[in-house]
């Protein structure tokens, strides 16, 4: 965009879907018009463009994983999760290693080749405990690739050992992490966040993990959950976060948004986006973020039949046929499917199915 004068009108929503079109970088002041203003199946177009140009031959990737969390004792209060038992909660729980193992066991024997694991921030354990889980699924299950602890999580770790974020970090690598999830993020701008999530990881913690565990070859992918507090400005404000330190590292695989999920157990009673409005954050967000391969469809938020539409805004993977997933359905989010019915679902969205490791590497066996 040249010149100072904020892009407004038709003429500006053009040359901004253009300039996506052309593969060239669109402006944080061209996103948000996108976001506010551009007609909905432009948008959709546009994207698609975006995601066939990176992605030409028609494919769309899922993962068999599962998602584990190891406890769900929490000190960080999270105003949009119901899942978190404060200590001392009859309810909370810690998994033991037979319980664990035998997750990760049964993954293996319905297809999977990693887990998602994420705890609650508990105060009670000692770093010890996350070394030895770690080296014990390595010697158990080799094969399996362990993708854990979103940023909040380690910011935690690093703040309640008095270790320093690297030496977390390299640590636990060494006992056997392969890659990081980019959960947490919520919505990286920070007046939103400490409304809803002042507990836990800041903008800058949250990002501090990241560029740290990219500069050790530890890759991860970015978040965002939308729909509930947040302005569009602020959703701009989160993927030029993402875009920012991606120039910078290189690092982040993939970008999963997905929407609040207001419960009955939710303290923050938000509304949450419509369909429409998910499907013009996935696609401004797959324009925006240029320098990602990969984003994911949030099937598990948007129901079957939305992540087949999110292909066609975007999306060029339908992530995980989800084992478990306890935190979006403690908030009363209960969308199954199983390996069968996923591959189905992206063939008649008119796609090639493609199963994938977590690093997105090909897994295919049929
Ligand atoms: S979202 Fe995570 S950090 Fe926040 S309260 Fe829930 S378990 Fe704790």
Same mark, same amino acid.
């Given at each position: 965009?040249?010149?100072?004068?904020?892009?407004?009108?038709?003429? !500006?929503?053009?040359? =901004?879907? %253009?300039? $996506?079109?052309?593969?060239?970088?669109?402006?944080?002041?061209?996103?948000?018009? +996108?976001?506010?203003? $551009?007609?909905?199946?432009?948008?959709?177009? =546009?994207?698609? =463009?975006?995601?066939?140009?990176?992605?030409?031959?028609?494919?769309?990737?899922?993962?068999?994983?599962?998602?584990?969390?190891?406890?769900?004792?929490?000190?960080?209060?999270?105003?949009?999760? =119901?899942?978190?038992?404060?200590?001392?909660?009859?309810?909370?729980?810690?998994?033991?290693?037979?319980?664990? @193992? !035998?997750?990760?066991?049964?993954?293996?024997?319905?297809?999977?080749?990693?887990?998602?694991?994420?705890?609650?921030?508990?105060?009670?354990?000692?770093?010890?405990?996350?070394?030895?889980?770690?080296?014990?699924?390595?010697?158990?299950?080799?094969?399996?690739?362990?993708?854990?602890?979103?940023?909040?999580?380690?910011?935690?770790?690093?703040?309640?050992?008095?270790?320093?974020?690297? /030496?977390?970090?390299?640590?636990?690598?060494?006992?056997?992490?392969?890659?990081?999830?980019?959960?947490? $993020?919520? &919505?990286?701008?920070?007046?939103?966040?400490? %409304?809803?999530?002042?507990?836990?990881?800041?903008? *800058?913690?949250?990002?501090?993990?990241?560029?740290?565990?990219?500069?050790?070859?530890?890759?991860?992918?970015?978040?965002?959950?939308?729909?509930?507090?947040?302005?569009?400005?602020?959703?701009?404000?989160?993927?030029? @976060?993402?875009?920012?330190?991606?120039?910078?590292?290189?690092?982040?695989?993939?970008? &999963?948004?997905?929407?609040?999920?207001?419960?009955?157990?939710?303290?923050? *009673?938000?509304?949450?986006?419509?369909?429409?409005?998910?499907?013009?954050?996935?696609?401004?967000?797959?324009?925006?973020?240029?320098?990602?391969?990969?984003?994911?469809?949030?099937?598990?938020?948007?129901?079957?039949?939305?992540?087949?539409?999110?292909?066609?805004?975007?999306?060029? %993977?339908?992530?995980?046929?989800?084992?478990? /997933? #306890?935190?979006?359905?403690?908030?009363?989010?209960? #969308?199954?499917?199983? /390996?069968?019915?996923?591959?189905? +679902? &992206?063939?008649?969205?008119?796609?090639?199915?493609?199963?994938?490791?977590?690093?997105?590497?090909?897994?295919?066996?049929?």
């Amino acid at each position: 965009m040249t010149g100072s004068a904020r892009p407004s009108g038709r003429r !500006d929503i053009d040359a =901004a879907l %253009d300039k $996506a079109f052309a593969g060239e970088r669109v402006t944080f002041e061209e996103g948000l018009l +996108l976001l506010e203003d $551009a007609p909905f199946l432009e948008l959709g177009q =546009a994207a698609d =463009a975006v995601r066939a140009r990176k992605h030409p031959g028609g494919e769309a990737s899922y993962i068999v994983d599962r998602n584990i969390n190891y406890t769900n004792i929490c000190v960080a209060n999270c105003s949009f999760c =119901a899942f978190y038992r404060k200590p001392g909660s009859p309810e909370g729980y810690v998994l033991s290693r037979e319980e664990l @193992h !035998d997750k990760i066991r049964e993954t293996v024997e319905l297809g999977g080749t990693g887990i998602l694991l994420q705890g609650g921030h508990n105060p009670a354990l000692p770093f010890g405990f996350y070394e030895d889980m770690l080296r014990g699924f390595k010697e158990s299950f080799p094969q399996v690739h362990i993708h854990a602890f979103s940023p909040p999580e380690i910011t935690f770790f690093s703040k309640l050992y008095k270790m320093p974020l690297r /030496e977390v970090l390299v640590r636990l690598k060494t006992a056997g992490l392969d890659s990081i999830p980019g959960g947490g $993020a919520e &919505i990286l701008s920070e007046g939103v966040r400490s %409304d809803m999530a002042r507990g836990k990881a800041t903008v *800058q913690e949250w990002l501090a993990v990241m560029r740290a565990a990219h500069g050790l070859g530890l890759r991860t992918t970015a978040t965002m959950m939308f729909g509930s507090i947040e302005s569009l400005k602020d959703i701009l404000i989160h993927l030029d @976060h993402l875009r920012t330190l991606q120039d910078e590292t290189g690092g982040f695989t993939a970008f &999963i948004p997905w929407t609040f999920q207001p419960g009955q157990s939710t303290p923050l *009673q938000a509304a949450t986006a419509t369909g429409v409005d998910y499907l013009r954050v996935l696609a401004v967000s797959r324009m925006y973020l240029d320098n990602f391969e990969n984003v994911q469809a949030s099937w598990v938020t948007q129901g079957l039949k939305m992540g087949q539409v999110a292909l066609h805004f975007g999306a060029n %993977d339908m992530g995980s046929i989800m084992i478990e /997933e #306890n935190v979006v359905a403690s908030a009363g989010c209960r #969308n199954r499917t199983n /390996e069968e019915e996923l591959r189905r +679902l &992206i063939t008649d969205a008119g796609f090639i199915p493609r199963k994938r490791r977590t690093l997105y590497e090909d897994a295919s066996q049929g």
